[in-house]
């Protein structure tokens, strides 16, 4: 009977505890993204803000509504979007800066393809209600990096003279898939483990 290889168990055994390891870490990830979640939906019945309070995280102010005032810092980016009536169209956003100095986005509203509306200048003060959104994937591509940036999105109630209201993202749409991935892992792990076995069954069968 041959002995069980101790370099190739060695592997195996580290990979099935990596595997097992990122199971349980999406589970964490999951437990957090449904208290995430939970607060957001929490935030849509606070009273609406005056201003961006500073001493607040992007999490804790995250689909609240509020009022701002802010001047344009950037070209509008161009994003794929729907009206409040479902027709596709681009959505237009702006960087914004706060009296302090803070810089957020701003959704100014929503315009057909064919459109070419006159939109604000830069410099220009926005001044509105809206419902505010995180989003650190779009905040890198509108803000950029640098001190001062906040990652939230503010969607205008009525878009800007020339464009018509977009629709804010809801919280529905955010993912938690961290307990499906959590099951692919342990699976992967299963796997391993069984072809492994089957492995060394077949090499001690082996005269």
Not at 111 to 123: D, H, Q
Request: with cysteine; glycine share 10%.
């Amino acid at each position: 009977m041959r002995r069980v290889p101790i370099v190739p168990t060695l592997i195996v055994g580290l990979a099935v505890a990596t595997m097992i390891a990122l199971g349980v870490w999406q589970l964490h990830r999951a437990t957090w993204k449904e208290g995430l979640l939970a607060s957001y939906r929490g935030a849509a019945h606070e009273p609406a803000l005056y201003g961006l309070p500073a001493d607040l995280s992007v999490d804790r102010v995250a689909f609240r509504r509020a009022h701002i005032l802010c001047r344009i810092t950037s070209a509008p980016t161009m994003i794929g979007g729907s009206d409040r009536t479902g027709q596709p169209g681009f959505r237009n956003i702006v960087g914004c800066a706060l009296i302090d100095g803070r810089r957020i986005m701003t959704d100014l509203g929503w315009s057909p393809p064919s459109a070419k509306p006159v939109l604000p200048a830069i410099g220009q003060r926005i001044e509105g209600d809206g419902l505010l959104i995180p989003d650190e994937a779009l905040a890198k591509r509108v803000l950029g990096a640098g001190p001062g940036t906040t990652a939230l999105l503010l969607v205008l109630d009525g878009g800007v003279p020339g464009l018509a209201p977009s629709i804010a993202p809801s919280i529905e749409t955010i993912p938690n898939n961290h307990r499906a991935y959590a099951v692919q892992w342990f699976l992967f792990a299963a796997v391993a483990l069984t072809i492994y076995g089957i492995a060394l069954w077949k090499r001690k069968r082996v005269p």
